[in-house]
C-alpha cells in the first residue's frame, strides 16, 4: 500500500501527558498537511509543510502543539501536557504539486482520547 | 476562501443516481470547486474538482452553474458504499502558492437497500 499512513491509530492517554504521531506521506509528495477532526464537525486544518519548511499555523495550533517534518519525509505531531479538549481525530494529508489544483491524499487518521 | 452551504443529509436508494447540492455564491474566478468525502472512521477521499467546465471521472460528475454559483455532485449508480459525508469546497489555486481545504459540515448521505 503506498497511500499516507499514520502511526498509531489509536491513542488513549491521561490528561498531562505527552503524546506524539507520525505520518507517513506518499513517497514523492512535497507538500504534507496535518488537520484535527472532532466528532460530528469536518476536518479543520491545522499546520502545513512543504518539503522540511513548515509554512503555515492555524490559530487552533495552541502553543502545546508542535510539528517537525525532518528531512522532508515523514511528520511528527506533539501535542504537550493534554487536555480533554484535545481528544479527536488528527489526519495527515499530502499532496506533489507545487502549484494549482493538486489534489490531498489523506491518511487513515490518529484517534486521540484523553481521559 | 469562499464559503459553501449544503444539505445536511440526503437519502438515496441504491442503483439511483445520487445528486448532492452545493451552493456557493460568492466564489471568485480563481477559485475551484472540489468534493470530497468521508466515509465512516477514514480520512477523506478526493472524488473530483472543477473551475467553469463540468467535469467527469470514474467516481462522479460536477456539474458547475454557469455563474458558477452553485453545483452539483452526481453519483450515478449509487451503492451502499457511497454511504459517507460528502463535502463541498471552494478553494483557491495559483502556481505562485496554494490553499489548504477549509472543511464545513458537508452532507451525510445514506444509500439504502
Known amino acids: 500500500d503506498t497511500g499516507v499512513s499514520q502511526d498509531p491509530r489509536h491513542k488513549i492517554t491521561k490528561r498531562g501527558q505527552n503524546v506524539t504521531f507520525r505520518c507517513d506521506p506518499i513517497?514523492?509528495?512535497?507538500?504534507l498537511y496535518w488537520y484535527r477532526q472532532t466528532l460530528g464537525q469536518g476536518p479543520e486544518f491545522l499546520t502545513y509543510?512543504?518539503?522540511?519548511?513548515?509554512?503555515?499555523k492555524s490559530r487552533l495550533l495552541s502553543d502545546r502543539f508542535s510539528a517537525e517534518r525532518p528531512k522532508g519525509s515523514f511528520s511528527t505531531l506533539e501535542i504537550q501536557r493534554t487536555e480533554q479538549g484535545d481528544s479527536a481525530m488528527y489526519l495527515c494529508a499530502s499532496s506533489l504539486r507545487a502549484g494549482g489544483p493538486g489534489e490531498q491524499f489523506f491518511g487513515p487518521g490518529t484517534r486521540l482520547t484523553v481521559l | 476562501d469562499a464559503k459553501t452551504t449544503q444539505p445536511t443529509s440526503m437519502d438515496c436508494a441504491e442503483g439511483r443516481a445520487a445528486n448532492l447540492p452545493c451552493n456557493h455564491s460568492?466564489?471568485?474566478?480563481?477559485?475551484?470547486v472540489y468534493w470530497y468525502r468521508q466515509i465512516h472512521s477514514q480520512g477523506p477521499q478526493y472524488i473530483i474538482h472543477?473551475?467553469?467546465n463540468n467535469e467527469t471521472n470514474e467516481m462522479a460528475s460536477l456539474i458547475i452553474t454557469e455563474d458558477r454559483k452553485s453545483s452539483t455532485l452526481i453519483l450515478p449508480h449509487a451503492t451502499l458504499r457511497d454511504t459517507a459525508v460528502y463535502y463541498c469546497i471552494v478553494r483557491v489555486a495559483s502556481n505562485s502558492g496554494y490553499s489548504t481545504l477549509t472543511f464545513g459540515k458537508g452532507t451525510m448521505l445514506l444509500v439504502s437497500p
Open positions: 460568492t466564489i471568485s474566478g480563481n477559485e475551484y
Open positions: 509543510f512543504q518539503n522540511e519548511a513548515q509554512l503555515e
Open positions: 513517497s514523492e509528495h512535497n507538500r
Open positions: 472543477g473551475l467553469k
